[in-house]
């Protein structure tokens, strides 16, 4: 089966988990919640905004919250009809413009310079394991963002992932593909996920380094609480040492370090004007 035919089946089978996926407890909000932050910082205050690879539609109900115009793309039918239900539910109808189903590799049905900003977050550009591909649609991406417009894109991280491999799935140690995983960050859905590319930090910003693109920021969204999940969530309980935790993650979410051993990694970009 073909990897993009692949990461299709794993989506169109986990709708209403990926839905529940960052809410469903404190440290799977780490990354909504530190999206959402840079979301702010870098958006401009109004506008229409491109959610690529959108899911079922986590942050289209954020943003649409917040008063922007949505576009929902994602190559997921499951995950549309998903969607639409709960724009009908949140009653953001108005400003949900349109809900398409396509890849961010071809966003041919939308013109150059049409979004005031796009993002695509929760690691839809991992999912192109062709390099081509992924070059596609970056520049995809940029292609239909406006000059000065700011592009968010979040992947899934490599390093974070042998940990998980070190403390869930000793087996794969001995499996054929780890060592292809390790080395190259790819990974074809051998056990328990999908096709994916597993990000390093330099490699992302080498992709990212274009003419027709300033990198803004490059942060790590579970940073330094990478794979703390007991931890962290039975930190959550005490709200002064939470508090505290939290003021030192959005300090150190963009060191280096927080970056490369995070789960996931958000480069934030501005296309030049």
């Avoid at 109900?61 to 949505?70: D, H, K, N, P």
């Avoid at 929760?122 to 700011?150: F, N, W, Y």
């Avoid at 491999?165 to 190259?184: A, G, K, N």
């Avoid at 609480?225 to 030192?248: M, P, V, Y």
Wanted: with cysteine; proline share 4%.
């Amino acid at each position: 089966m073909k990897s993009e035919d692949l990461v299709k089946q794993f989506y169109s089978e986990s709708v209403h988990s990926e839905w529940r996926r960052l809410v469903k407890n404190p440290y799977h909000r780490l990354e909504l919640n530190t999206t959402l932050h840079f979301l702010e910082k870098y958006l401009p205050a109004q506008g229409l905004i491109l959610d690529a690879g959108g899911g079922p539609g986590r942050y289209t109900l954020e943003l649409a919250q917040r008063g922007y115009q949505m576009v929902l793309l994602d190559a997921t039918q499951a995950n549309l009809d998903f969607a639409r239900r709960m724009v009908r539910r949140y009653g953001i109808q108005d400003r949900v413009k349109e809900i398409a189903c396509g890849s961010i590799v071809d966003l041919s049905r939308y013109a150059e310079n049409t979004f005031d900003a796009v993002i695509c977050t929760g690691g839809p550009l991992s999912h192109v394991l062709d390099p081509a591909g992924r070059q596609q649609a970056i520049s995809e991406l940029v292609r239909v963002v406006k000059p000065g417009s700011p592009l968010f894109v979040s992947v899934i991280g490599r390093l974070a992932v042998l940990v998980v491999i070190l403390i869930e799935s000793q087996v794969e140690l001995d499996m054929p593909h780890f060592e292809l995983l390790r080395e190259s960050g790819d990974y074809h859905g051998e056990r328990g996920f999908t096709a994916c590319h597993f990000y390093l930090p330099e490699e992302l910003l080498g992709e990212f380094s274009r003419p027709d693109l300033a990198i803004l920021e490059l942060a790590g969204l579970e940073g330094i609480s990478t794979q703390h999940i007991r931890e962290f969530n039975r930190l959550a309980r005490d709200e002064k040492r939470f508090s505290s935790w939290l003021q030192t993650h959005y300090r150190t979410c963009t060191h280096p370090g927080g970056v490369a051993m995070s789960e996931h990694m958000l480069i934030i970009s501005r296309k030049q004007k």
